[in-house]
RNA sequence: UGGGGCGUAGCCAAGCGGUAAGGCACGGGACUUUGACUCCCGCAUGCGUAGGUUCGAAUCCUGCCGCCCCAGCCA
């Protein structure tokens, strides 16, 4: 794979230090989403954590989906996931299902029950939430608490063989409700619920919650190290409880760090679902949305999106990061792997007067001067050009390089032209400019007896390829991302901007996901969704870096 | 006012008692047939804050301040 340059982080010191007192004698991880949603940059920079993190000392990693809530989950989420995973670039060792051991956690809970240390209780769910008390005071204990082994044992099996109905009874772990950290407080472990399981269909009417199956799960794998996100600090030690209870042989530990934020963008489900649902953005793909398949759709690269989690860290601080910092990884990756093509999104026509009407000519220009393996294409000439309107004012400021009325410039990779006449249409917008070109500038001559100072892009008129380009702003607006319930206010109702424009001969056969450096402009992505044998649609990945800054 | 965490530059982040890495962003310059790329240079007398220990503190101790998480039969 890529040069992985893994930063120093406090779990992979962890780790070191586990393996030099080889208290684990090889590493073993997991990622363990819930399959109840697409994946966006933040589980990537989970994944990328918890593959390379087993892959630097030769450990394994298991994909594992924890389907513990047949209610929220769907099949539809298993391959849309395993398809992200092994987009990113990684291989699980295991690919397993937190429901394939629901049979092992039943047996579990019986232990614990035998035990006298999980109960069945008959609360409801508002009287045991009244029951748990608050952050300062102390919950009470359940009128249920101190049922027979035996009752326990017969109750149990009876929900398992579905004699009760959702919600009528929960099986409870037996630890203390006066406990300061609120999971401790007689923690729920299993309720019943009558729905089919994507994995298990009907077998089960009883689903074991997070807190029971998570540890259970990691341990029968014989994870070593369960890296989480930081809400679940409160939680280590119920996770350690259930090891140790349920006396699994392997005794994994929970490590939290913190998740990824980044700056103008959501990450939380539910905020983004609203998006999907207010129909901002064109679905979970939407080349704005920060999903996996959202950025793979806008054109970024496995490659970019792992140097982006490897150079984030790995810490317990919450933070923001800068989301220009993915578009740094993405323009590097892109700089020598992209043909760079001319295309014109706001044409203006130009019309180079001296130059014959019938004449053409075709110019033979590098696809990438930086790589030249990519070889050359066929770049014709005419009387008639498009050029970018911005590449045109005719009133300009100081330092501006580009054309305007007497002013020269080079065409890419073909003649110095100059502006010597502007046509307006009646209500004086700007509709062609009338120009000269010097023949002995042509590009590959060696001429070099006057320079200009601003070189643009062009497409010749005549052989011009119509297409669509959509431009992309971030989808949430500069101020950081608010809780409040009405975030869509801060959405950006610029976010996209669809321009119709040509492109050269060469880009017409395109493919869907084929890329381009259009050339002062930025990268391009063909896009595999709108895309059609008429039209080619490109997204633009991320512009070119720009300190021009002159102002209109 | 219970418990668990976290505070190093605009944004991330290393640092683990010996005198503040790196990246992004930003500013300046060189080069340039992409105002791109590349290359130089600059960017914390300072590590939330106040004390203390020490020859020496971002690192150790104490107090304070700020922010995040927890009262689902979600994960």
Not at 125 to 145: C, D, F, V, W
Not at 252 to 278: G, H, Y
Not at 446 to 457: A, D, N
Not at 483 to 490: A, K
């Amino acid at each position: 794979m890529d040069n992985k340059n893994t930063s120093s982080n406090f779990i992979r010191d962890i780790v070191i230090e586990d393996l030099k007192s080889s208290k684990v004698k090889e590493v073993v991880t997991r990622f363990p989403p819930e399959p109840n949603g697409y994946l966006h940059i933040g589980h990537a920079k989970a994944i990328v954590l918890n593959f390379e993190l087993a892959d630097e000392f030769g450990g394994r990693t298991n994909l594992r989906f924890d389907d513990t809530n047949p209610t929220k989950e769907d099949t539809e989420y298993i391959e849309s996931i395993k398809e992200d995973v092994a987009w990113l670039g990684f291989k699980w060792d295991g690919l397993y299902f937190a429901s394939d051991y629901f049979e092992e956690m039943y047996n579990r809970a019986v232990l614990l029950i035998k035990k006298n240390k999980a109960y069945v209780c008959d609360l409801s769910p508002e009287e045991i939430r009244e029951y748990r008390g608050t952050l300062t005071q102390p919950g009470k204990e359940s009128p249920y608490r101190n049922r027979s082994v035996e009752e326990n044992l017969e109750l149990f099996e009876r929900m398992r063989r579905g004699e009760f109905k959702d919600g009528e009874k929960v099986l409870r772990a037996k630890i203390d409700m006066a406990s300061p950290n609120m999971n401790m407080r007689d923690p729920v472990l299993y309720r019943i619920c009558h729905a089919s399981h994507h994995n298990t269909g009907d077998k089960w009417c009883i689903y074991p919650m997070y807190d029971f199956a998570h540890p259970i799960e990691d341990a029968i794998e014989g994870v070593t190290h369960s890296i989480c996100t930081l809400e679940f600090e409160d939680h280590r030690p119920l996770y350690d409880w259930v090891i140790k209870e349920c006396e699994m042989e392997c005794q994994p530990q929970q490590i939290e760090f913190a998740r990824l934020n980044l700056t103008n963008t959501v990450m939380s489900k539910r905020k983004l679902k609203q998006l999907v649902d207010a129909g901002f953005v064109d679905g979970w793909d939407d080349p704005r949305m920060p999903t996996i398949s959202g950025l793979r759709r806008r054109g970024y690269t496995p490659e970019a999106i792992r140097k982006f989690c490897r150079e984030i860290g790995v810490a317990k601080t919450n933070s923001t990061v800068d989301h220009r910092l993915l578009e740094h990884f993405i323009r590097e990756d892109l700089i020598d792997k992209t043909p760079r093509t001319m295309a014109v999104l706001r044409p203006i026509k130009v019309v180079i007067t001296n130059y014959p009407e019938d004449k053409e000519e075709i110019f033979e220009v590098d696809y990438n001067l930086d790589a030249p393996e990519m070889g050359k294409r066929p770049v014709p000439f005419s009387r008639e050009l498009y050029i970018d309107r911005d590449d045109f004012m005719e009133n300009p400021p100081k330092k501006y390089f580009r054309l305007y009325p007497g002013n020269e410039v080079r065409l890419k990779d073909a003649y110095i032209i100059k502006c010597n006449e502007v046509i307006k249409d009646d209500k004086g917008n700007v509709v062609e400019l009338r120009c000269t070109y010097d023949p002995e500038t042509r590009s590959g001559t060696g001429f070099t007896k006057r320079r200009v100072k601003g070189t643009i892009h062009w497409v010749s008129a005549r052989h011009a390829v119509p297409a669509e380009f959509r431009l992309y702003e971030p989808l949430i607006n500069d101020d950081a991302e608010g809780d409040s319930e009405n975030f869509l206010e801060q959405v950006n109702p610029n976010s996209m901007e669809v321009l119709q424009g040509f492109m050269e001969p060469s880009m017409k056969d395109a493919r869907p996901m084929d890329r381009f450096q259009l050339i002062r402009i930025g990268y391009f992505i063909v896009d595999n969704k709108y895309t059609t044998d008429e039209k080619i649609v490109l997204n633009r990945i991320v512009a070119l870096r720009s300190s021009f800054k002159v102002k209109k």
